[in-house]
């Protein structure tokens, strides 16, 4: 812990998170890096009337768009203890002038208060072209600066509906309009996480209402507080752990602590589950052992399918998903480990305590017994061979009361307070492989024991408790005791069935077990699966991050609207790059292949018109023909050689063409070009498979047009848009990976193929129906849903494997065993579902796209896995399910041909 606390970060680079590290762009990326480390990012100041459609080429409005211009760049900010101005932050025009870029129509009046009052008539001015200049020293556009333009009939503008002031500014941590996106998701991620505690809150009230028992003897409310205290240790142990080696938090990882809890809860319900099956009487160290034995295997089967699963996922190149996973793997394994220790030390206290109270002399003269109450401290005697004259040969297992084996709609038979738990015969052993014998009781068919495990080897302690124990009581034992409250039933038996376990045991096999019902589940299923497929078709590539990253009804969305409507949508910045050529020579050598580049470049299917191209060659070459000395000197409209050209180009960047110097990176000793850039907009970004196929086209573009420089199209957006491809097969590797490995385990765990393969099918379908389910959902493929995907074979698996290993140790026919294992698992299964629910359930009211993104695919994932673990899987095991596994070690053993009697009454 101490080392979490010391070492604990938070990675919050989006590019590093939801980008595969992979990608062919960042090779360019770190070319761009190195050689353009200035590259700048726009602000834009965007007014509307306040009429919709209303004109806003009026004095009045452009005189309020020059005083929000004054407001935003006469500010002076603080940031980590240093003081910027505008013109700190703001790109300047060349590294001679400390001019800063900007785009306005305000330039027609030089961004000057007293000579925009004193203009006459603004349209005469905004249509006389030569009159106002961008910093390029071209006119200034009017489709870029103004949106929803009308002109007359000769072409002059008339009106406009919006204007558009555009600031570049440097790439700086503190200020930038990406910086704003990440700034309102951080705000509403750090919102969210508050909100999330809530989770936390539903699920502690769950937990005791699973836990609570209408007996003071029986009570195991206060247990709860054992079992979140050891998955707090587990969970600080691996965030410290984790931390104390370097590896990072990110926002993925937020919602990691609801899910351990759910988890770690998940495993105390099967624990105290098996442990309420046992003889009440029986001694403490017994009744645990076989508690464990039951419910720590089955424990075991999901923690280590979890495990592997999870650490799959560090097979990517994405950091967020390689980063949950490994903290999800490592923190399911710490649970488990402090479950399966600390946890029973705390149940194996309060089982002195239950014994204690059962013990007490008198009730308090009331109808309830209070726990200060005649309280007696157990003898020796009694805690170590058992209460009540328990002996291994009177041992009451609860589920040997079961009417599973029989018909489906059979009522159970549990002991209850009015008829008191009858001992089993001679041939009775333990809990965990007893069979009825002529001793019992009752009007069902057939009772058929829940597991099979022959007596310990340590054959002189078994023999002991029953040697050393006193003799039976005359008549039937009684554990049950009065109850806390006042009304219903008087008397309390711990081998009740609670409320999970009658919906999911008794009442839904009568449906779903039946010949009808086995049919319904089928169809369901297939029209489930058909839905899921359909949806599959359908799911496509986006991830658009200041749309998904900005929380709805923030205020940058209404800018982003007015962008879409008025300056045609979501344009990102690119560049078409020209490195040093190939054979050495000058560019002047080049100067086709640079002509036909930016003519190439500004034709290309992704790249807009509005604004255009920014060519430093073809600005040059305008220079040369139209503003320089040397028109007389050229050669077909160029300079005559190489030392002209690189002479002139230099006179030429210390002038009108300063603006162009960042772009063009010149060897100071040589005096030669080594490298140029031309900068450019795409058009408005449509989805992920737009962005594909503009990564594509761009080089495709770029290399054709200029072989000899070595070019390469690049843009800050071109690392997520090329790392598309690879996340989709990044994701179906680690896909088929964590299935294939969740197999081997479960294969080795359950040491059954055929039930390995039909939890493996359930695990593909679960998979299957929650990418389905994102078209419905509205979701697409991206870096976060992919997230969910991969970790999806680890989560489902744990539903379909209890209810497997419950099946394979009873015995009996399929149908027979299908419902035993409903009656052994269903209950601590389905509990444990709604407490994975509950700790992601405030995450629907989640402002940031992850949270919600998360809640919508996880309620799917625990919908699925429910609905496959305790429904279709039993319905499939009765048709087709593996034999058990007394069927499989044969009835020779004297074991065998003492335990597996199935007696019809």
């Known amino acids: 812990?101490?080392?979490?606390?010391?070492?604990?970060?938070?990675?919050?680079?989006?590019?590093?998170?939801?980008?595969?590290?992979?990608?062919?762009?960042?090779?360019?990326?770190?070319?761009?890096?190195?050689?353009?480390?200035?590259?700048?990012?726009?602000?834009?100041?965007?007014?509307?009337?306040?009429?919709?459609?209303?004109n806003v080429l009026t004095k009045e409005h452009l005189l309020e768009h020059l005083r929000a211009w004054r407001v935003a760049t006469n500010q002076t900010v603080e940031a980590k203890g240093l003081m910027y101005k505008f013109t700190d932050v703001c790109d300047s025009v060349s590294e001679r002038s400390t001019e800063c870029r900007m785009d306005s129509i305000l330039a027609f009046w030089n961004y000057n208060e007293t000579t925009l009052r004193n203009d006459a008539n603004i349209l005469s001015t905004i249509n006389r072209r030569d009159v106002a200049l961008d910093y390029l020293g071209r006119p200034v556009n009017l489709n870029w600066v103004l949106g929803g333009v009308r002109r007359d009939a000769s072409g002059a503008v008339v009106s406009a509906e919006c204007f558009q002031t555009v600031l570049y500014m440097k790439y700086n941590p503190y200020v930038s309009?990406?910086?704003?996106?990440?700034?309102?998701?951080?705000?509403?991620?750090?919102?969210?996480?508050?909100?999330?505690?809530?989770?936390?809150?539903?699920?502690?009230?769950?937990?005791?209402?699973?836990?609570?028992?209408?007996?003071?003897?029986?009570?195991?409310?206060?247990?709860?507080?054992?079992?979140?205290?050891?998955?707090?240790?587990?969970?600080?142990?691996?965030?410290?752990?984790?931390?104390?080696?370097?590896?990072?938090?990110?926002?993925?990882?937020?919602?990691?602590?609801?899910?351990?809890?759910?988890?770690?809860?998940?495993?105390?319900?099967?624990?105290?589950?098996?442990?309420?099956?046992?003889?009440?009487?029986?001694?403490?160290?017994?009744?645990?052992?076989?508690?464990?034995?039951?419910?720590?295997?089955?424990?075991?089967?999901?923690?280590?399918?979890?495990?592997?699963?999870?650490?799959?996922?560090?097979?990517?190149?994405?950091?967020?998903?390689?980063?949950?996973?490994?903290?999800?793997?490592?923190?399911?394994?710490?649970?488990?480990?402090?479950?399966?220790?600390?946890?029973?030390?705390?149940?194996?206290?309060?089982?002195?305590?239950?014994?204690?109270?059962?013990?007490?002399?008198?009730?308090?003269?009331?109808?309830?017994?209070?726990?200060?109450?005649?309280?007696?401290?157990?003898?020796?005697?009694?805690?170590?061979?058992?209460?009540?004259?328990?002996?291994?040969?009177?041992?009451?297992?609860?589920?040997?009361?079961?009417?599973?084996?029989?018909?489906?709609?059979?009522?159970?038979?549990?002991?209850?307070?009015?008829?008191?738990?009858?001992?089993?015969?001679?041939?009775?052993?333990?809990?965990?492989s007893t069979l009825s014998a002529s001793g019992s009781t009752g009007d069902l068919n057939v009772n058929v024991k829940v597991s099979v495990r022959p007596p310990s080897p340590d054959g002189m302690k078994q023999q002991a408790f029953v040697s050393e124990a006193p003799a039976p009581a005359s008549g039937p034992r009684d554990f049950t005791t009065s109850t806390i409250t006042c009304w219903g039933k008087r008397v309390f038996n711990p081998h009740d069935d609670q409320l999970s376990t009658k919906m999911i045991a008794r009442w839904l096999p009568r449906v779903s077990l039946t010949l009808w019902g086995k049919i319904l589940v089928v169809v369901l299923e297939c029209v489930f699966l058909g839905f899921a497929i359909y949806g599959c078709t359908k799911v496509y590539q986006d991830f658009n991050f200041r749309e998904m990253f900005v929380p709805e009804g923030n205020w940058l969305h209404e800018a982003f609207q007015v962008e879409d409507r008025y300056f045609g949508g979501e344009k990102v910045p690119v560049a078409a790059y020209t490195r040093e050529p190939v054979d050495g020579r000058d560019y002047f050598y080049y100067q086709d292949q640079l002509a036909e580049l930016s003519k190439s470049f500004g034709s290309d299917p992704?790249?807009?018109?509005?604004?255009?191209?920014?060519?430093?060659?073809?600005?040059?070459?305008?220079?040369?023909?139209?503003?320089?000395?040397?028109?007389?000197?050229?050669?077909?409209?160029?300079?005559?050689?190489?030392?002209?050209?690189?002479?002139?180009?230099?006179?030429?960047?210390?002038?009108?063409?300063?603006a162009y110097a960042a772009n063009i990176l010149i060897n100071s000793t040589t005096g030669r070009i080594y490298g140029s850039r031309l900068p450019a907009f795409t058009k408005d970004v449509v989805d992920g498979a737009w962005a594909i196929k503009c990564v594509d086209s761009t080089r495709d573009t770029v290399a054709a047009a200029a072989p000899g420089l070595e070019p390469i199209a690049f843009g800050v957006s071109y690392t997520f848009w090329d790392g598309f491809r690879s996340i989709t097969f990044s994701t179906i590797t680690n896909v088929i990976i964590a299935a294939a490995a969740v197999f081997l385990v479960t294969l080795l765990l359950l040491a059954d193929i055929v039930a390995s393969l039909i939890v493996g099918c359930m695990v593909v379908l679960c998979d299957v129906g929650v990418l389905g389910s994102m078209h419905l959902l509205g979701l697409t493929f991206n870096s976060v849903t992919c997230i969910v995907l991969v970790l999806a074979v680890g989560i489902s698996v744990d539903y379909s494997a209890h209810v497997m290993r419950a099946f394979l140790v009873s015995t009996g026919t399929r149908q027979e065993r299908a419902h035993k294992a409903l009656v052994e698992i269903g209950g601590a299964v389905w509990n444990g579902a709604a407490t994975t629910f509950l700790a992601v359930l405030p995450m629907a009211a989640a402002e940031h796209y992850i949270f919600n993104t998360i809640f919508q695919m996880f309620g799917i994932l625990i919908l699925l896995s429910i609905w496959h673990g305790v429904v279709f899987l039993p319905v499939i095991c009765s048709w087709m399910g593996p034999p058990s596994y007394r069927d499989m070690d044969g009835e020779d053993s004297q074991y065998s041909k003492k335990d597996a009697v199935v007696e019809v009454v």
């Open 177 to 432: 309009c990406d910086a704003a996106v990440g700034r309102e998701s951080t705000d509403a991620i750090n919102r969210d996480v508050n909100r999330l505690s809530v989770g936390y809150i539903l699920l502690i009230i769950y937990t005791l209402f699973v836990l609570w028992r209408n007996s003071w003897a029986y009570q195991k409310v206060h247990v709860a507080l054992g079992s979140f205290l050891a998955i707090g240790m587990g969970i600080a142990a691996d965030f410290g752990m984790l931390s104390g080696f370097g590896l990072k938090f990110n926002f993925v990882c937020q919602v990691l602590p609801f899910l351990l809890v759910g988890v770690g809860v998940d495993n105390t319900f099967v624990i105290v589950s098996n442990y309420f099956d046992q003889d009440p009487d029986a001694p403490i160290e017994h009744r645990l052992g076989e508690a464990m034995a039951l419910g720590g295997s089955s424990i075991t089967v999901s923690c280590l399918t979890n495990v592997i699963a999870f650490a799959v996922g560090t097979y990517t190149s994405l950091e967020a998903l390689l980063s949950f996973s490994v903290y999800a793997s490592i923190g399911v394994l710490m649970v488990f480990i402090f479950q399966v220790t600390t946890f029973p030390a705390f149940l194996a206290l309060d089982a002195r305590r239950e014994l204690r109270l059962r013990l007490a002399a008198g009730g308090c003269g009331g109808c309830c017994v209070a726990p200060c109450c005649c309280q007696e401290e157990p003898v020796a005697e009694q805690l170590q061979h058992g209460n009540n004259g328990w002996t291994l040969d009177s041992n009451i297992y609860k589920h040997d009361h079961d009417g599973a084996a029989g018909d489906v709609g059979a009522p159970a038979a549990a002991p209850s307070a009015t008829s008191a738990p009858v001992p089993h015969g001679a041939l009775k052993r333990s809990g965990s």
């Open 1 to 54: 812990m101490l080392l979490y606390v010391l070492r604990f970060a938070v990675e919050e680079d989006a590019e590093k998170l939801y980008t595969p590290q992979d990608a062919p762009s960042f090779v360019d990326k770190a070319y761009v890096d190195a050689y353009y480390p200035s590259d700048s990012l726009s602000v834009k100041l965007l007014s509307l009337s306040t009429q919709d459609g209303g």
């Open 606 to 658: 992704y790249i807009t018109n509005v604004p255009p191209v920014n060519s430093w060659y073809d600005n040059y070459q305008n220079w040369l023909v139209n503003g320089s000395a040397y028109s007389r000197q050229l050669v077909n409209g160029r300079a005559p050689n190489e030392t002209a050209f690189n002479g002139w180009l230099k006179e030429w960047l210390g002038g009108t063409g300063r």
